[in-house]
């Protein structure tokens, strides 16, 4: 598996956020390719306010797989819904960051898979925080 950090020439927004493209052809019998995106929720964006769904909450990230029948460069083309969802606190930007690629390692390592199937391995993950499944952001 292998995975690469995008950034967008111009972000869609002033807040902070990272998206990750995740190599896992094993994860899976159709979709190979998945991409990871991380949002601050604590930066106020003038018209779109954060739907946060506990207080404390800092950060969201919401995990995709791709469309196998399109180029995998972005921009990417997301399937809908997400396969997961959550909404987690963090000291920090980079505390965020640190937590996601530590998923994405486990991944490479197959120890935790992106596919929907496993969604309690993710649930074990976020106790912290909030899924959004069933709220409208991931499967």
């Known amino acids: 598996m292998t995975y690469r950090e995008w950034t967008p020439e111009k972000p869609a927004t002033p807040a902070f956020s990272k998206t990750w493209i995740v190599e896992a052809p094993w994860a899976h019998p159709l979709w190979r390719s998945y991409v990871f995106c991380l949002y601050d929720l604590t930066t106020e964006i003038p018209g779109a306010p954060a739907v946060i769904h506990r207080d404390g909450m800092t950060h969201e990230l919401q995990v995709f797989a791709l469309d196998p029948s399109k180029p995998v460069d972005p921009p990417v083309y997301m399937l ?60």
């Not at 993950?125 to 909030?130: A, E, I, L, N, Y």
């Open 80 to 139: 809908q819904p997400a396969n997961h969802g959550y909404q987690f606190k963090a000291e920090s930007n980079d505390a965020a960051a640190a937590r996601v690629i530590g998923l994405i390692e486990e991944i490479e390592a197959k120890t935790l898979t992106p596919d929907t199937d496993f969604r309690t391995m993710w649930d074990y993950r976020f106790h912290d925080g909030v899924s959004l499944h069933m709220k409208g952001g991931a499967a």
